[in-house]
């Protein structure tokens, strides 16, 4: 469901400008999947935060593999969660997700 955003993530490199297409695709689908809008709202947020944080900035390959590792969780997570059918396991998630991409902006 959102392994997609991983894939083309990993098929362009991992760069910040593979994670800008994953931002805006994952903003795009929000239209045609609107009972999915806070997953990929929340997925398009992780992936500007990469985009913001390392646009015309220097990237160490063990800060791309950390972010990377990071993205996969919680695109996992989500995925996962809304694979499972279960709103409880979605709600736990979104709001894990939440959570995490705020503590990572402070």
Known sequence: MFDV???ELNDNGG???AYDAVA???RAR????????AALLLISAAAQ???DAYDDQPLTS????EELSRFSALVTSLDTAF???SFENQLKALNEVATVLVNHRA
Do not use: C, H, M
């Not at 929000?30 to 809008?37: D, G, K, M, V």
């Not at 063990?62 to 593999?65: E, F, L, V, Y």
């Open 24 to 26: 805006r695709a994952a």
């Open 83 to 85: 694979t499972s059918g």
């Open 15 to 17: 760069s910040v400008r």
């Open 30 to 37: 929000i239209a045609t999947e609107p009972q999915n809008a």
């Open 49 to 51: 935060q990469f985009v």
């Open 5 to 7: 955003f991983l894939k």
């Open 62 to 65: 063990d800060a791309a593999t």
